[in-house]
């Protein structure tokens, strides 16, 4: 078990992120970029409990194919459960950073709430993109203009227990050098669109060890053939630095 696997973590995501109203609204800001009618399969990369399969079923208003996967295996156990007589629904647990699945293989990928966790997310955004065929939304590692940082989140604070101090690597990468390697990484896989929400993140100061402030970055990535289009993105966020540091980068 890992130290996601704790009752509190688990019964947290059984119970909440499980309908529309639950959305942040960065989420629903991107979301609703779709185009509802392209979108047959979605993969949930930290599907956590699947309570999202409810979310899309009632934003994308049809039947739709879900996968989720998950490194904590207590989720993939409490999610099958959950959804045994579904066929639509599946769930698998993670490994590693490579993805069992097929160049192309589901129409829109969706990961949020994991990158900023995940040391190697480099790695984790190149397997998402490469097994979508049309969208992508990712939930950045968390970003400031100063060097990279790991910090602590302690889940007993962020998820109401009795528990002990249970602390998780909080990794915050400074944006410039971020959206240089989405800038090559994007040239590589095809992406055509980026839509990027950026705001100030509110609990910074009140589950992890920091004194600073720090932003969220959240994208949705529209997938296709370079050779006919060029490169476009839209930024919604109305910090000046941000703005500049974007502008830079991306021309």
């Known amino acids: 078990m890992s130290k996601w696997g704790k009752s509190n973590i688990l019964n ?3 119970y909440n992120r499980s309908s529309l109203r639950d959305l942040y609204k960065s989420e629903v800001s991107l979301l609703k970029k779709i ?9 949930d990369f930290g599907c956590a409990a699947g309570n999202f399969y409810n979310i899309f079923s009632l934003f994308f208003k049809k039947k739709i194919k879900y996968i989720g ?7 993939i156990k409490i999610a099958n459960k959950k959804y045994w007589d579904n066929r639509n629904v599946s769930f698998f647990a993670q490994k590693g950073q490579k993805l069992k699945f097929k160049e192309n293989s589901a129409s ?8 900023h966790h995940i040391y190697n997310y480099k790695k984790i955004i190149n397997e998402l993109i490469r097994v979508s ?10 970003v400031h203009f100063e060097k990279n940082i790991v910090a602590n989140m302690d889940l007993s604070k962020r998820f109401r227990s009795n528990i002990k101090s249970n602390t998780v690597n909080y990794y915050v990468v400074n944006l410039e050098h971020y959206l240089n390697f989405l800038n090559l990484t994007f040239r590589k896989k095809k992406i055509i669109v980026a839509i990027f929400f950026c705001e100030e993140l509110p609990y910074s100061k009140k589950y992890l060890n920091l004194n600073k402030k720090i932003m969220y970055l959240t994208m949705l990535l529209f997938k296709g053939k370079m050779s006919n289009k060029k490169f476009t993105y839209t930024l919604n966020t109305k910090n000046k630095k941000v703005i500049n540091i974007f502008r830079k980068v991306f021309g």
């Open 12 to 14: 947290y995501y059984l």
């Open 35 to 43: 185009n509802k009618k392209k979108v047959k399969t979605i993969l």
């Open 69 to 75: 996967i998950d490194y904590e295996k207590k989720f």
């Open 108 to 115: 829109f990928v969706f990961c949020t709430s994991v990158l």
């Open 133 to 142: 065929s049309n969208y992508i939304f990712i939930d950045s590692p968390r």
